[in-house]
């Protein structure tokens, strides 16, 4: 399984270089500690920092200046940061020195998926892994990210097969935990497992309980697109994943960055999104699925997945040609 190498490696290259992000920020920050002194009436604020063995203190006056206490707050915020990135590092690179990479517990979620036919009963690979899948099996142009959360999308409702699924996750090490909102996800050290159904109307609950596979699953929108022209991939012997189409993948990232509220995350789902288009427009079938998806889209959805591109255009001026293509597909006569 080439491609979990090849994601592990990727992520200590994710980690290296955040910790050299994080480690240039701390450099400008402030250091040390705010203490007072209290004389008669009057209180006085100190900023006590240690110099090796030495404890130097600096007067600030009778207030703490806002700028000096706000570095402070955001140098506390990248240290625990940048412990949790050290924590992740050591963990990547023990597992990168192992001889039997194979035995990674995302391999073995993969093969009791495989074994107890839930691929075949509709589950998905959603997310950033199915983007790294894309980038390993269709050739899709690479772009850098972590991928160690695994998003797996259960049709709604599921009528399959009966499986037990947290007591298998439980036997290959992954522990159980609850959001507030009620639905369960399941991780290790640097790795979480979390299953997503589709939202059935505002005021839907986030947690559905599945009752088949003994678990409660996180519902959001815009997610039964994902099932349209699915592809099943194998990565091993004896273990396959199923993915969606990449089209599908597009016009879901194109409505859903419109959505996010963190810049970051923004960018990334422009960037995936142009990587993934520059493959659909140079595949035959590829181009007629989105059309076909598109067409088949309410007229409210139509208008967001045409809003996403031009934000994409905006954005990212440079991959105008590519943005311009999908545009004509999406246009022309079917």
């Known amino acids: 399984m080439e491609i979990l190498k090849s994601v592990l490696e990727e992520n200590i290259s994710y980690y290296k270089n955040l910790e050299k992000e994080i480690s240039a920020q701390l450099i400008y920050l402030p250091k040390g500690s705010i203490k007072n002194r209290k004389i008669g009436k009057e209180d006085y604020y100190y900023l006590q920092q240690r110099n090796g063995d030495k404890v130097i203190q600096k007067y600030l006056g009778k207030s703490v200046p806002e700028d000096l206490l706000k570095g402070l707050e955001e140098r506390k915020i990248l240290e625990q940061e940048l412990k949790k990135v050290k924590a992740s590092l050591k963990i990547l690179r023990e597992k990168s020195s192992s001889s039997d990479i194979l035995l990674s517990p995302l391999k073995e979620l993969f093969y009791f998926l495989t074994k107890y036919g839930l691929w075949d009963e509709g589950l998905e690979i959603i997310g950033s892994w199915c983007f790294k899948i894309y980038q390993e099996y269709f050739g899709i142009e690479k772009f850098p990210l972590r991928t160690d959360d695994i998003d797996i999308l259960i049709p709604?409702?599921?009528?399959?097969?009966?499986?037990?699924?947290?007591?298998?996750?439980?036997?290959?090490?992954?522990?159980?935990?609850?959001?507030?909102?009620?639905?369960?996800?399941?991780?290790?050290?640097?790795?979480?497992?979390?299953?997503?159904?589709?939202?059935?109307?505002?005021?839907?609950?986030?947690?559905?309980?599945?009752?088949?596979?003994?678990?409660?699953?996180?519902?959001?929108?815009?997610?039964?697109?994902?099932?349209?022209?699915?592809?099943?991939?194998?990565?091993?012997?004896?273990?396959?994943?199923?993915?969606?189409?990449?089209?599908?993948?597009?016009?879901?990232?194109?409505?859903?960055?419109?959505?996010?509220?963190?810049?970051?995350?923004?960018?990334?789902?422009?960037?995936?999104?142009?990587?993934?288009?520059?493959?659909?427009?140079?595949?035959?079938?590829?181009?007629?699925?989105?059309?076909?998806?598109?067409?088949?889209?309410?007229?409210?959805?139509?208008?967001?997945?045409?809003?996403?591109?031009?934000?994409?255009?905006?954005?990212?001026?440079?991959e105008m040609p590519v943005v311009k293509e999908i545009e004509k597909i999406l246009k022309e006569p079917y």
Not at 269 to 292: L, N, P
Not at 298 to 311: D, Q, R
């Open 156 to 318: 709604l409702p599921y009528k399959g097969k009966d499986v037990k699924i947290p007591e298998l996750l439980k036997e290959i090490g992954f522990k159980e935990g609850f959001n507030p909102d009620g639905f369960m996800y399941f991780y290790q050290v640097g790795l979480r497992v979390d299953f997503v159904v589709p939202e059935r109307g505002r005021g839907f609950e986030k947690g559905v309980k599945i009752n088949k596979l003994s678990l409660s699953a996180q519902s959001l929108r815009f997610l039964d697109m994902l099932f349209e022209y699915p592809r099943e991939i194998n990565i091993a012997r004896g273990i396959k994943v199923k993915v969606p189409s990449p089209s599908s993948f597009l016009v879901h990232k194109l409505i859903v960055l419109q959505r996010r509220k963190n810049k970051a995350d923004i960018l990334k789902d422009m960037k995936q999104s142009i990587c993934v288009a520059k493959g659909v427009i140079q595949d035959k079938e590829e181009r007629k699925e989105i059309k076909k998806l598109y067409l088949s889209l309410s007229e409210n959805w139509k208008k967001k997945v045409i809003k996403g591109i031009n934000l994409v255009q905006e954005e990212l001026p440079l």
